[in-house]
């Protein structure tokens, strides 16, 4: 006689088991200092002196051509400037401008605004 567990797990099949793989056999793991995301490849290509084109973009990433300009999007979107320049050949590149902060600048023009904004402080408060 059987009963409904009997016949529901003789349906079954067992499951099969996976086999472990030893940690040696793993593939190693390039530090987090050396591997460098596809996005970080952009910005690099885009800090050199002579920018990037979108073709160097794309060999680059293998984005397509949309996706590059989605992502330089993204870096003007986040506060960084871009700027495109015309090549010699009629091909443009794209660049990021790095700015200074006024105060390393200009360091002598910071201090002299800072003199006198405070003399002409006084004058108006004594008025």
């Given at each position: 006689m059987t009963t409904?567990?009997?016949?529901?797990?003789?349906?079954?099949?067992?499951?099969?088991r996976r086999a472990k793989t030893p940690a040696s056999a793993s593939v190693p793991v390039?530090?987090?200092?050396?591997?460098?995301?596809?996005?970080?490849?952009?910005?690099?290509l885009l800090l050199r002196a002579k920018g990037a084109t979108p073709l160097e973009l794309i060999a680059a990433t293998d984005w397509q051509a949309h996706s590059v300009r989605a992502f330089l999007s993204g870096l003007r979107k986040k506060g960084r400037t871009i700027v495109r320049e015309a090549r010699k050949g009629g091909e443009f590149a794209y660049r990021i401008v790095v700015a200074l902060p006024p105060a390393a600048a200009h360091p002598a023009e910071s201090q002299l605004g800072s003199t006198m904004g405070d003399a002409t402080s006084n004058d108006t408060a004594r008025a």
């Open positions: 409904e567990n009997d016949t529901a797990t003789a349906a079954k099949p067992p499951r099969a390039a530090p987090a200092s050396l591997a460098t995301s596809k996005s970080d490849t952009v910005i690099k």
